[in-house]
């Protein structure tokens, strides 16, 4: 069974630039998530996606991310435009979503994002 | 913001001695769950231990949760060079949210 697929891998970007990331969950998980680890640091939740609905969105800063998960299956985060402390992996996780609070998430490898 | 706190940051033993790491938490949680972490296969769930658990074992590893104290313990056993990575507490409370702890890097020398 394929895992949750993330592209790319390393993102070199500048500062100001528009820059953005594809997730491809595990195939039935309804529950999408997005984080972000900065060096040295756990993951940090940055939107979490019931199906096509976006239901935990407290920490994604909205002034210049965004995020879509068009028929509840793929889903894309983009920032524009970056800063330099944006450089960070983010991270795409996703899990059968039935609403248990057990419920395992599975990541995917990351997208290592460096502004300069 | 970060929920856990895993005690220590760092820690380097011989193939083959037990490793053990600490998380702290914050607020009631409803699990509890231990995370790995290297280079070649990202971020792989562990075990996942429940608020009324108070230890669960699997293959080397064993993890037990005090609520009272609000901590867990993750113990690997028989330590072996693969197991060099980072390990990452993660609690969640009310549906699937993660919260890590910042991790403790693990380094198993041969």
């Known amino acids: 069974e394929a895992g949750v697929v993330q592209s790319p891998r390393y993102k070199i970007i500048e500062k100001k630039q528009p820059v953005a990331f594809w997730c491809n969950p595990i195939?039935?998980?309804?529950?999408l998530y997005w984080y972000r680890q900065n060096l040295g640091q756990g993951p940090e939740l940055l939107i979490r996606y019931e199906n096509e609905e976006a239901v935990d969105d407290s920490q994604l800063p909205k002034d210049r991310f965004s995020a879509e998960r068009l028929k509840g299956v793929d889903s894309t985060l983009k920032i524009q435009p970056a800063e330099l402390g944006d450089s960070a992996v983010y991270l795409c996780a996703s899990s059968l979503g039935d609403r248990v609070a057990s419920d395992t998430q599975y990541f995917g490898p990351g997208t290592r994002l460096t502004v300069l | 913001s970060q929920q856990g706190e895993e005690d220590p940051q760092a820690l380097s033993i011989q193939e083959g001695e037990n490793a053990t790491m600490n998380c702290s938490y914050k607020t009631s949680i409803n699990n509890l769950q231990w995370y790995r972490q290297n280079s070649g296969r990202g971020l792989v769930h562990l075990i996942l231990i429940r608020s009324n658990e108070r230890e669960k074992h699997s293959g080397r590893l064993r993890v037990t949760l005090d609520t009272s104290k609000k901590s867990s313990s993750l113990l690997i056993t028989a330590s072996r060079a693969a197991d060099t990575a980072s390990y990452f507490c993660?609690?969640?409370?009310?549906?699937?949210?993660?919260?890590f702890g910042k991790g403790t890097m693990l380094l198993v020398s041969p």
């Open positions: 195939s039935g998980h309804n529950t």
């Open positions: 993660a609690t969640t409370s009310r549906y699937s949210t993660l919260t």
